[in-house]
């Protein structure tokens, strides 16, 4: 399974890549803003710090500006920026020429089985179906991913199922269970993910006895 990091924050990119288990970095307008620099400058500077797939959104509502604009941000950037583009009907339409001209593309804002086929149909090379914003609205945003590995499992689709809005590690973990290609997450839910209460506990005795070990002469 791919873990990619959903951030446009440079400082915490370099700290999960330091991991070695980064595969790819998803970005958005809103995390854009929130990074306050430079749309390109800074997903160039993503793009030298991962060398998995980084998703640059595009802005525009009809097609032929998303053609224009993913086009413009592949002839700019680095050769692993794809693109990102909105789960619409012009979406679809770009998506589809993308995929003509060999260019990745991430199909964003997902909530429902029946977009992610048609994201899929029309060539794209992940689909992001979005969990905690469909939780925020009282639903169970995981079925979402159940009813699409269901469906993936039926066809024969190339598409990778990029599972989104993640908002705690319960729902990587039951990502991993359904078999979702990707998962995209907040550092802090790399960091959740990490810990464990009995790895703290059992390193702290640990050290207590090594420091016994050096008292004595014995290290
Ligand atoms: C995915 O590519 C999106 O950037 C992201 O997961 C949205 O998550 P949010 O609902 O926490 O904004």
């Not at 400058?41 to 993913?70: F, K, L, N, W, Y």
């Not at 993308?98 to 090379?125: C, P, Y």
């Not at 992940?126 to 945003?141: E, L, Q």
Request: glycine residues 8%; hydrophobic residues 45%.
């Amino acid at each position: 399974m791919e873990f990619f990091l959903d951030t446009a924050d440079v400082d915490e990119i370099r700290e999960i890549a330091a991991w070695g288990i980064l595969d790819g970095v998803t970005t958005n307008p809103s995390l854009i803003k929130k990074s306050g620099r430079d749309f390109k400058e800074v997903v160039r500077e993503i793009a030298g710090i991962c060398s998995g797939p980084i998703s640059a959104e595009v802005t525009a509502m009809d097609t032929d500006g998303m053609i224009a604009q993913g086009l413009a941000l592949k002839a700019d950037l680095p050769d692993n920026v794809i693109i990102k583009i909105p789960c619409t009907a012009e979406g679809l339409a770009a998506t589809n020429v993308f995929n003509e001209k060999g260019i990745d593309t991430n199909v964003t804002l997902v909530f429902s089985a029946a977009q992610a086929l048609m994201a899929a149909k029309a060539g794209a090379t992940y689909v992001s179906p979005f969990i905690g914003r469909i939780d925020d609205t009282g639903h169970d945003g995981m079925n979402l991913i159940a009813e699409i590995m269901e469906v993936w499992a039926s066809y024969d689709i190339s598409t990778k199922v990029l599972a989104a809005s993640i908002r705690h590690p319960t729902h990587v973990l039951q990502c991993i269970q359904l078999g979702a290609h990707t998962a995209t997450m907040p550092a802090k839910i790399f960091r959740q993910l990490m810990k464990h209460p009995l790895t703290d506990k059992g390193l702290e005795g640990f050290m207590k006895d090594w420091a016994a070990v050096e008292a004595a002469g014995n290290a």
